[in-house]
């Protein structure tokens, strides 16, 4: 068997590598995939699904918010 070994790991470590991870490999949702899923979902958990899009979001900007008003 073989294992995949990711060349960074052997030059980055700990906080420097997720770092690096963050910036080359950043973890945005594809709109297709969330459409896949939402197609076989049923209406009432796509309008769970939405009221806790927005709850994120708002909690969101109260934590920018936050940060922003700390400086």
Do not use: C, F, N
């Not at 906080?15 to 969330?34: G, M």
């Amino acid at each position: 068997m073989y294992a995949a070994i990711d060349p960074m790991a052997m030059i980055l470590s700990g906080k420097a590598l997720e770092i690096w991870y963050q910036i080359h490999h950043p973890h945005t949702p594809k709109v297709s995939a969330i459409q896949e899923v939402l197609k076989t979902a049923a209406p009432e958990e796509v309008k769970a699904t939405l009221s806790r899009a927005k709850a994120l979001v708002e909690y969101g900007k109260a934590v920018e918010e936050a940060i922003a008003t700390m400086k």
